[in-house]
């Protein structure tokens, strides 16, 4: 404990202790915040600050690592009351233990600023361990660099470099970019990860020094066969853990509906239903009212009973399911929109040629969609890249900017360009 207090005192962690909290906050509220208030986006977004803080604990572990051999300190280590495996396992620690302190700050301000709109629940915590299992995995490689080849600024630099660009560029993820609701990460490969975690830190502290002729450099002598065992060991299992990393399969698969009780509810009388994910509570209202909007606007447009978010009805058919992209309900009216057209006329396919019938088709669905947003269609549409669709979004803008007696007639001559004979019944999912 003397050994952990000293090695926390001395780490360059601590002086900069400070702007990895600012590091992790720019991080967590900086790259979005549609995650807050919504319990697996917001675990997502407290995990993803381990592509930063990963590297940075590399290159600072790989320093730390290396500086009693820079010092010429090697018979002071070897000569010290405990041995060197616990020095350098309360080396490591220290370095860990600020890393975990920078992302516990982290988790802790996502889940703070998400228990107003969240409702019941917590940070999931499979997301967490990923994160935790991707911390020590780099610092007990820079752990690992740095007592091996001692550079002050060679070895740390390649370590925090490297595990940065390995993050992006291996063919297995180490962290996950999103976490909607209709998806989680199986527990076997996050299992996996930190079970390469684990061997990668007892590797770290037991692997005996390379054989260098420098005079500053640890003998090899001074790790005592036992702990040698230890260290093969942990190299054994490393590599195993390592190729079962791919072989345990998808980080994160479809969750299934049966996992939760949907959380249903309608604006109002007569209006459709809006089921969704319980961790989407905070999307309901609008979603509700955006349902409401789609009830049945003209007499041969009807709209389902019931509007389910994707993932709550998932078949052999496929998910007809509306969708919440990134916190925009933009894409949700998409969806919505098209389960009208098609509860109303059916799966239509009008010939290749029949140009008009689908410009006319294109023409409803965009109108549908900005009467479901209940906005001026240049709101609705801000942010969205829609290509090939200019036609219809300045025919459907200047129809849901008229009165509603000339919207009427608008319909109505769009729809008498679609012949009923090229529509079928949509099947159910």
Request: with cysteine.
């Amino acid at each position: 404990m003397n050994a952990y207090g000293i090695e926390l005192r001395r780490s360059p962690l601590l002086t900069a202790f400070p702007a990895m909290i600012a590091i992790d906050l720019l991080v967590l509220f900086g790259r979005s915040r549609y995650w807050i208030g919504v319990w697996p986006e917001a675990s997502t977004a407290a995990q993803v600050v381990t592509l930063f803080l990963g590297p940075a604990l590399a290159g600072v572990s790989a320093w730390q690592a290396g500086r009693s051999s820079r010092s010429g300190m090697p018979e002071t280590v070897l000569a010290a009351a405990r041995p060197v495996w616990r020095i350098e396992a309360a080396r490591l620690a220290a370095t860990l233990t600020l890393g975990f302190l920078a992302y516990a700050v982290g988790c802790l301000t996502a889940a703070v600023v998400s228990f107003d709109k969240a409702g019941p629940g917590f940070l999931w915590p499979s997301y967490l361990l990923l994160g935790a299992s991707t911390l020590v995995i780099f610092a007990s490689v820079g752990h690992l660099a740095g007592r091996w080849w001692p550079s002050a600024a060679f070895t740390p630099i390649v370590c925090a470099l490297g595990c940065f660009i390995s993050m992006l560029a291996l063919p297995f993820k180490l962290n996950v970019l999103a976490g909607p609701p209709d998806q989680h990460l199986r527990p076997l490969p996050v299992a996996v990860r930190l079970l390469f975690a684990l061997a990668l830190a007892v590797l770290a502290v037991t692997a005996p020094p390379l054989r260098r002729s420098a005079d500053r450099q640890m003998p090899a002598w001074g790790t005592p066969w036992h702990i040698r065992g230890i260290a093969g060991g942990s190299v054994a299992l490393s590599l195993i853990a390592l190729a079962a990393v791919p072989a345990a399969g998808e980080l994160r698969v479809d969750r299934p509906a049966t996992a939760v009780k949907p959380l249903c509810e309608r604006a109002g009388k007569g209006s459709p239903q809006v089921c969704v994910w319980p961790e989407h509570r905070k999307y309901l209202p609008d979603l509700t009212r955006m349902a409401q909007r789609l009830g049945n606007p003209q007499p041969w447009l009807k709209s389902p009973d019931t509007f389910h978010e994707y993932g709550l009805q998932r078949s052999d058919m496929g998910d007809g399911g509306f969708d919440v992209a990134e916190g925009h309900v933009r894409t949700a009216a998409i969806a919505m929109s098209g389960q009208v057209f098609k509860e109303s006329l059916g799966r239509c396919r009008p010939p290749h040629e029949e140009k008009r019938a689908w410009q006319a088709m294109d023409n409803i669905l965009l109108w549908l969609e900005y009467r479901s947003m209940g906005q001026d269609p240049s709101i609705a549409d801000k942010g969205l890249q829609m290509q090939g669709v200019e036609s219809a979004q300045k025919a459907a803008t200047q129809a849901s900017r008229a009165s509603q007696a000339e919207q009427q007639k608008w319909l109505a001559q769009e729809r008498g360009h679609i012949d009923p004979a090229w529509c079928e019944p949509d099947a159910e999912f």
